[in-house]
């Protein structure tokens, strides 16, 4: 899957044409025969845990890794223990920021996520996650079109110019209720704040519960314009 971003555009269209209609598996297992040399990125949301699930009976020895802010919720470092324990990922990966939080906080000001999340995102989420890929061809996500408007063009296959490798969406189509029916029949591990109205989890102190009516994006960075981290495109 080893291209350039001159190269990459032609063929990868053509690919995620090729693929728009397929299952999440179908598209996981083209992505393995194309290049061993890819990774799954899991946040053990709840698509992520989904794309965990697959990934692991598609093949066990798969890349996975995780990047770990050090303030991530402890129900999610506490998902992470279950899945290791239910899959085993031999080569699952924790990823961390090349600062420490005293380290972060000597440099930039205590609680730098309060004054500006974006220079906080780029440090310990941005910069680890550009460091990592350097080492992949392509890397798999668990976006989803509806998910927000930042997202509606998310194709299944690819050119991530952001971090110059392929970039593979098996559950870009699905809805919501899709990726809760994969995860009940399949008796699939969970993040339990997903039961305390919490659509999407992200760090500890940027993420807030949703309210009914809210956009399931609107408890991450609340009170901030913001609603991306920076790992995927805004348009």
């Known amino acids: 899957m080893t291209t350039t971003v001159s190269t990459a555009p032609e063929w ?11 299952t999440p598996q179908e ?16 946040s053990f ?4 845990m989904v794309l965990l ?3 692991m009976k598609i093949n066990p020895e798969a890349n996975v890794f995780y990047l770990d802010t050090n303030v991530l919720f402890q129900e999610t470092y506490d998902l992470r223990d279950r899945a290791i324990e239910k899959y085993g990922i031999p080569n699952l990966r ?6 420490t939080l005293a380290e972060q906080a000597a440099k ?20 680890p996650l550009k460091q990592v890929l350097t080492e992949y061809d392509g890397w798999i996500t668990g976006i989803r079109r509806e998910q927000a408007p930042t997202r509606a063009n998310a194709k299944v296959f690819e050119w991530d110019d952001k971090f110059g490798l392929v970039k593979v969406n098996p559950l ?25 109205n919490y659509p999407s989890i992200g760090c500890l102190h940027c ?4 309210n009914p009516g809210e956009d399931p994006r609107s408890g991450r960075w609340a009170g901030f314009e913001k609603t991306e981290c920076g790992l995927h495109p805004t348009a």
């Not at 061993?36 to 990125?41: G, K, L, S, Y």
């Not at 924790?94 to 600062?99: E, G, I, M, R, S």
């Not at 995102?121 to 910069?127: G, L």
């Not at 919501?176 to 997903?194: A, S």
Request: aromatic fraction near 8%; charged fraction near 30%; hydrophobic fraction near 40%.
């Open 108 to 127: 930039h000001g205590d609680e730098l996520w309060k004054k500006d999340p974006n220079a906080c995102c780029a440090i310990r989420k941005v910069t």
């Open 172 to 196: 870009v189509r699905w809805t919501e209720g899709q990726v809760w029916r994969y995860i009940k029949q399949n008796d699939v591990p969970y993040n339990p704040l997903h039961d305390q």
């Open 94 to 99: 924790q990823v961390l920021p090349a600062l």
């Open 207 to 210: 993420t807030r519960p949703v």
């Open 45 to 48: 949301g709840a698509e992520d």
């Open 12 to 22: 990868i269209e053509q690919l995620a044409e090729e693929f728009e209609q397929a």
């Open 53 to 55: 699930d697959m990934l």
């Open 27 to 42: 598209i996981i297992a083209e992505a393995l025969r194309r290049d061993p040399n890819i990774t799954f990125a899991c």
